[in-house]
């Protein structure tokens, strides 16, 4: 087959710029400022990544550490909805305290070089209840989110309330706040979205750029709010029995449309439109607040969100032109307990979903409780390439082939993209999408014009593209003085090792590893494995075997030392880099794996060892605390530090992997929050997402058997509601868990298996934890229950029944399995900290 053609041209003008009045703080050192392209920083191309992380739904005292997990994911600026409900339930007592505490919150993004985006509202969604508005509001408001003096009024004061609690953590004062979002798709009140900016900036907030999210046609104040996008790969807001949303589907294609007019389609007319959606392309760069991290899940539809999924449409985003990754939710949380009602959607407000109570863990990178998920490895490993090559990628156009698929139907046709300069760039390629899985596309290959530089036809040999894969491939990258013309790898990041700058990149399985070097730019190359060929000005080298040992090194024409370092798939997804012991290191992550040869996809259900890096610990020393799985532990670094790192209360053996350094772990970990050692304990902790139980699996005591389903019900659009509190009393199943003797509470989750509708988590009469089944497991954090009443009373489960005729889509679960209202096996799973500090620190 010929190979697939792409002409980059050059473009038409050069981006504008100086033409929004947005403006950062004087004086500050690195002024943020906005292109027709893309965002500038310091007077260098940015290419920001934000996380979603909401901190009144996640304990204060467990912020830090989280933060520090987004920050290794490569998360740059954490964004947070400041719900009004959350902090003044009862009118004129605006609480900050505990897990209100933003300006807390907003320190730690800045104590970690985390930029910060409070997202204000004053109406949020974040489907809470009434989108964050209090109760009291909506009984004296007439006109609600426009400009009525009898809404103004209140949200002037709570404006001014943020304000007072974000005082001097602005730019100007060398705070983190890089971005300020007014509302929440309000798509036509241009004129109230300004007036609520102007109020914001009257209260005392400042920020360098002000949002707006941008999906359904909004219609915008002229040049006063950066438009931000988002795609999902599901939703939970559409109909029980509408598919999988054509919305959604379009998100895995190579496309410069922007809009996604599925997103909060449930809460306003989608016949009505507010403004062209392109007719700010030329004005604004395409950049993102909401890429689906995952989905939460309502009573009447339940979908499930696979990390393949994220991380295909997190690639293909890129590869449309995004220059700001913005992920909702990339850590999961708990609805906290409301003084007067439950704080969640539902339909008793009038809002067309029924959601759970408690739980809002979104199938998040994080979960509800810090859990780490293949979701997160997955986007960690493009975040390392954006961190390295965000500079070249921000201002680079996308460009789309020649042959383009015909329509969203047409799963034949190879969807691919390059972003581009004049003579270099990547090539994005997705052959992935939920539901419907797309074929192997065998004898591929590319040929991609420039306009200032040959034509690339690559590889020389063409490949098979296996379903389910998704990949960016360097065109012309320039490292440490050598220029790669193309490699059938994916860069992940550069790191310093013995003198040399080693490229790291991914292997993508069932793909053979080509490197494609510039024969004027290098005078020699030594190759682990594989041949070296000379052709058409260019050394080829092929046959290398992916691994912690491929690696090749070259001489470069100008005097530099340069290595291409080829992982494979599975232990890309184990990589981390931070600094770590007085350097910036490589590390990897994982339980014992030995050279990390296996393939895989690293996308799987489970979870395994997460890395942290802290250089604030130890009074500045810095520390690297490993959150992992019980049993052999060890995590390989490269380069070396010189001495071996020690770890607190366990010691470390040294052992070679590859041009790695591994290092294998015994003795006790630390408990992450208390300090306090804990060994294996019965038959050795497991972490997340394990193959065994710490403490043995065990069982539920029924206590009783469930009644009838409950009849179902109906509320807003005709949609199912969730069964009402009384059913969980009289016709539920219960059920009696008892927390073993000795097992430690901190750390430590409850996975439940069961079946059913809809589940409740109780010690003594306090609910502490729901879920709608789904057909994945239950976690339950043991340290987020009342600890005293939990060792006497246990946890109680009840567990109701779903009707045969309720209109309830729960994603790859059989039809009938929620018909029988059971739990299964449960099991203890406890992760381990090893706190790891430099060799001859004081300790």
Same mark, same amino acid.
């Given at each position: 087959m010929p190979p697939l053609r792409l002409k980059v041209?050059?473009?038409?003008?050069?981006?504008?710029?100086?033409?929004?009045?947005?403006?950062?703080?004087?004086?500050?050192?690195?002024? %943020?400022?906005?292109?027709?392209?893309?965002?500038?920083?310091?007077?260098?191309?940015? *290419?920001?990544?934000?996380?979603?992380?909401?901190?009144?739904?996640?304990?204060?005292?467990?912020?830090?550490?989280?933060?520090?997990?987004? +920050?290794?994911?490569?998360?740059?600026?954490?964004? =947070?909805?400041? %719900?009004w409900i959350h902090h003044e339930e009862v009118e004129g007592r605006i609480r900050f305290d505990g897990d209100r505490d933003l300006r807390r919150f907003a320190g730690l993004c800045a104590r970690h070089g985390l930029d910060f985006v409070p997202r204000i509202g004053p109406w949020s969604h974040a489907e809470v209840r009434n989108g964050g508005l209090p109760d009291w509001l909506l009984t004296r408001a007439r006109a609600p989110r426009t400009d009525d003096p009898a809404y103004l009024a209140p949200v002037r004061t709570w404006y001014e309330a943020i304000a007072a609690q974000l005082s001097?953590?602005?730019?100007?004062?060398?705070?983190? %706040?890089?971005?300020?979002? %007014?509302?929440?798709?309000?798509?036509?009140?241009?004129?109230?979205?300004?007036?609520?900016?102007?109020? &914001?900036?009257?209260?005392?907030? =400042?920020?360098?750029?002000?949002?707006?999210?941008?999906?359904?046609?909004?219609?915008?104040?002229?040049?006063?709010?950066?438009?931000?996008?988002?795609?999902?790969?599901?939703?939970?807001?559409?109909?029980? @029995?509408?598919?999988?949303?054509?919305?959604?589907?379009?998100?895995?294609f190579f496309t410069h449309q922007r809009d996604d007019e599925g997103i909060g389609a449930d809460l306003r007319p989608t016949t009505v439109r507010g403004a062209d959606p392109t007719a700010t392309q030329g004005r604004f760069p395409w950049a993102t607040c909401e890429l689906g991290g995952g989905m939460a899940v309502s009573y009447h539809r339940r979908p499930r969100v696979d990390a393949a999924d994220v991380g295909a449409l997190g690639l293909t985003k890129i590869g449309c032109g995004s220059v700001w990754q913005g992920y909702y939710m990339f850590h999961g949380g708990t609805n906290p307990v409301g003084e007067r009602t439950t704080l969640q959607e539902s339909h008793a407000t009038g809002y067309p979903n029924d959601l759970p109570v408690r739980t809002y863990d979104f199938q998040a990178p994080l979960g509800e409780y810090g859990q780490y998920r293949p979701s997160y490895d997955e986007l960690r490993l493009q975040h390392l390439l954006v961190a390295d090559f965000g500079r070249l990628l921000a201002p680079m156009e996308s460009f789309l082939p020649v042959r383009q698929p015909t329509g969203q139907g047409d799963r034949d046709t190879l969807r691919w993209a390059v972003r581009a300069s004049e003579d270099s760039g990547f090539l994005f390629v997705n052959n992935h999408q939920p539901h419907e899985e797309l074929p192997d596309q065998p004898d591929t290959s590319f040929t991609v014009e420039f306009p200032a530089g040959p034509a690339l036809t690559f590889p020389s040999t063409p490949v098979t593209v296996p379903t389910g894969a998704y990949f960016c491939w360097p065109l012309?990258?320039?490292?440490?003085?050598?220029?790669? @013309?193309?490699?059938?790898?994916?860069?992940?990041?550069?790191?310093?090792?013995?003198?040399?700058t080693v490229l790291v990149m991914a292997a993508t399985d069932g793909i053979p590893v080509e490197l494609a070097l510039d024969a004027v730019t290098l005078a020699s190359v030594q190759v682990p494995s594989g041949q070296c060929v000379t052709l058409d000005g260019r050394v080829l080298v092929t046959g290398?075997?992916?691994?912690? @040992?491929?690696?090749?090194?070259?001489?470069?024409?100008?005097?530099?030392?340069?290595?291409?370092?080829?992982? @494979?798939? +599975?232990?890309?997804r184990t990589a981390y880099r931070g600094v770590a012991w007085g350097a910036e290191r490589l590390v990897l992550a994982d339980?014992? =794996?030995?050279?990390? =040869?296996?393939?895989?996809?690293?996308?799987?259900?489970?979870?395994?060892?997460?890395?942290?890096?802290?250089?604030?610990?130890?009074?500045?020393?810095?520390?690297?605390?490993?959150?992992?799985?019980?049993? &052999?532990?060890?995590? &390989?670094?490269?380069?070396?530090?010189?001495r071996p790192p020690v770890v607190t209360g366990g010691s470390v053996r040294e052992s070679g992997d590859g041009v790695f350094t591994r290092y294998h772990l015994t003795g006790d970990a630390l408990d992450p929050r208390s300090g306090r050692g804990k060994g294996g304990g019965g038959g050795g902790d497991v972490g997340v997402?394990?193959?065994?139980?710490?403490?043995? *699996?065990?069982?539920?005591?029924?206590?009783?058997?469930?009644?009838?389903?409950?009849?179902?019900?109906?509320?807003?659009?005709?949609?199912?509601?969730?069964?009402?509190?009384?059913?969980?009393?009289?016709?539920?199943?219960?059920?009696?868990?008892?927390?073993?003797?000795?097992?430690?509470?901190?750390?430590?989750?409850?996975?439940?298996?069961?079946s059913g509708d809809v589940a409740r988590a109780y010690v003594g009469d306090r609910?502490?934890?729901?879920?709608?089944?789904?057909?994945?497991?239950w976690d339950i954090a043991l340290d987020r229950l009342p600890a005293f009443a939990l060792r006497g009373e246990g946890l109680r489960l009840r567990v109701l029944p779903r009707a045969a005729d309720a209109r309830v889509y729960v994603a790859d679960v059989a039809p009938g399995e929620g018909a029988v209202a059971t739990v299964g096996r449960v099991e203890w799973l406890t992760t381990r900290t090893w706190v790891i500090g430099e060799a001859g620190e004081v300790r």
């Open positions: 041209s050059t473009p038409a003008a050069p981006p504008l710029t100086g033409h929004l009045p947005f403006s950062d703080a004087p004086g500050v050192p690195d002024p %943020i400022e906005v292109t027709s392209r893309c965002l500038t920083r310091g007077g260098r191309p940015w *290419f920001p990544v934000s996380g979603e992380f909401h901190y009144t739904r996640y304990p204060a005292g467990e912020w830090e550490e989280e933060l520090l997990k987004m +920050k290794a994911g490569g998360v740059t600026a954490v964004a =947070s909805y400041v %719900i001097g953590l602005d730019r100007a004062h060398g705070g983190p %706040i890089v971005a300020i979002q %007014i509302e929440n798709e309000l798509y036509d009140q241009p004129g109230h979205l300004l007036t609520l900016k102007r109020m &914001a900036q009257a209260a005392g907030l =400042s920020a360098p750029l002000w949002t707006s999210t941008a999906w359904g046609g909004v219609e915008l104040p002229p040049d006063e709010l950066l438009p931000l996008y988002g795609g999902y790969p599901e939703t939970f807001w559409t109909e029980a @029995d509408g598919g999988w949303p054509d919305t959604c589907r379009t998100h895995f012309r990258l320039e490292v440490g003085g050598l220029r790669l @013309d193309w490699a059938t790898a994916q860069p992940v990041c550069t790191v310093d090792a013995d003198g040399r290398v075997r992916p691994g912690t @040992d491929a690696l090749v090194e070259v001489d470069t024409a100008d005097g530099e030392r340069v290595g291409l370092l080829v992982l @494979d798939a +599975k232990t890309a339980s014992d =794996s030995g050279s990390g =040869s296996d393939s895989g996809g690293g996308v799987g259900v489970g979870g395994g060892a997460g890395v942290v890096f802290d250089e604030y610990a130890r009074g500045g020393q810095g520390e690297v605390r490993l959150h992992s799985p019980a049993g &052999a532990t060890s995590f &390989a670094v490269l380069p070396a530090p010189r997402g394990g193959a065994a139980a710490g403490f043995g *699996f065990g069982g539920a005591e029924l206590l009783r058997a469930a009644g009838p389903a409950p009849l179902p019900v109906t509320g807003v659009l005709g949609r199912a509601s969730a069964p009402a509190d009384e059913h969980y009393d009289t016709t539920a199943a219960e059920y009696a868990i008892a927390v073993p003797d000795g097992l430690p509470l901190t750390g430590t989750l409850l996975r439940v298996h069961w609910l502490v934890a729901d879920q709608f089944h789904t057909g994945r497991p």
